[in-house]
């Protein structure tokens, strides 16, 4: 099954598509939409919504698969990238792709083994489950790698997974 | 001119579309989009993304205002708020729209003339203004015509507004 990760932000929003039986992961696409902290918001939501589109259209996902908002840090900065991810979820929900939503301490136990592991770790690991040599340039792509590998993880997508081989089977 | 007011919310978005020389306006169009508070959020944000582009092709607004994002009541409600807010913003840049944003205090005391104003009195100085017999029975739709009211009554839109009308007698 193709999965779609997405790695929210304002500035920087990381996206990463894996194909995965829901034990082995092979990557398919990554990369990250840049917009420019002095272009108005909606301007900025307009250039990740395309991007998103696009990539949805180039890669044909199965499902998608985001982090939480997490806002104890920073209100501000929760209240911009849930702006950003409302247009996520929207692109999402408009190619009609069943969309999951999984915490940071999910993502992390899911990728690691640990849900307090340091970004340095859930980006070697990722690197190390896509079978990649060193761990991607990017950040956000890595995190949004990462998201897609947890949702390819949880039961219920290998449950997915393997409901659609018994059909291919039969 | 033609302003479209939107007052962004998860469970209900208002809408109201005003015409305007700056001075005098009149009601156009009013609405509200409700969302099913069990539906995933992405399903109502794809309601609200629709609703919202259908109300734009209808009037072909020249303009479009919202509310900024108020958090210090509650940071989860505000946090969904963002992510219609981002869907909103959205479909106004995708229509080629100008968007203005006006805090709470800006609307009321552009609308009413006090900051403070109640709710009550917001909603009866928006109908007095669009000469209407009695208050809209949607409060949010209410919400959404102050904002394009007090967006029609800045001496930017005046300017825009007067520009254009030069235009006109060239």
Same mark, same amino acid.
């Given at each position: &099954?193709r999965i779609?990760g997405?790695?929210?932000g304002?500035?920087?929003t990381g996206y990463g598509v894996?194909e995965?039986?829901g034990?082995a992961h092979?990557l /398919?696409?990554? *990369?990250? +939409?840049?917009?420019?902290?002095a272009?108005p =918001?909606?301007?900025r939501l307009?250039?990740i919504?395309?991007a $998103?589109? @696009?990539v949805?259209?180039?890669?044909a996902?199965?499902?998608?698969? +985001?982090e939480? #908002?997490?806002y104890?840090?920073? +209100?501000?900065?929760? $209240?911009?990238?849930a702006?950003?991810?409302g247009v996520a $979820?929207?692109a !999402?929900?408009?190619a *009609?792709?069943?969309? @999951?939503e999984y915490?940071a ?5 899911? /990728? #690691? *083994?640990y849900g307090r592991a340091?970004?340095?770790? !859930?980006? &070697? &690991? !990722?690197a190390? #489950?896509? *079978? =990649?040599?060193a761990p =991607?340039?990017?950040e956000d792509?890595?995190?949004a790698?990462?998201v @897609?590998?947890?949702?390819?993880t ?6 997915? !997974?393997?409901?659609?081989?018994m059909? +291919?089977l039969?």
């Open positions: &099954m779609l997405i790695d929210c304002a500035e920087r894996i995965s039986d034990r092979r /398919v696409d990554w *990369g990250v +939409v840049r917009t420019r902290p272009d =918001l909606s301007t307009q250039a919504a395309e $998103l589109r @696009a949805i259209a180039r890669n996902p199965a499902a998608a698969a +985001v939480e #908002v997490f104890a840090a920073n +209100v501000k900065t929760a $209240l911009k990238l702006h950003v991810r $979820l929207l !999402v929900a408009e *009609g792709l069943p969309c @999951a915490s301490l999910a993502i992390k136990t899911a /990728v #690691v *083994g340091e970004k340095r770790q !859930v980006q &070697m &690991m !990722v190390s #489950v896509l *079978g =990649l040599e =991607l340039a990017s792509a890595s995190d790698l990462a @897609a590998i947890c949702h390819a949880t039961a219920a997508t290998r449950r997915r !997974v393997q409901a659609s081989r059909e +291919v039969r």
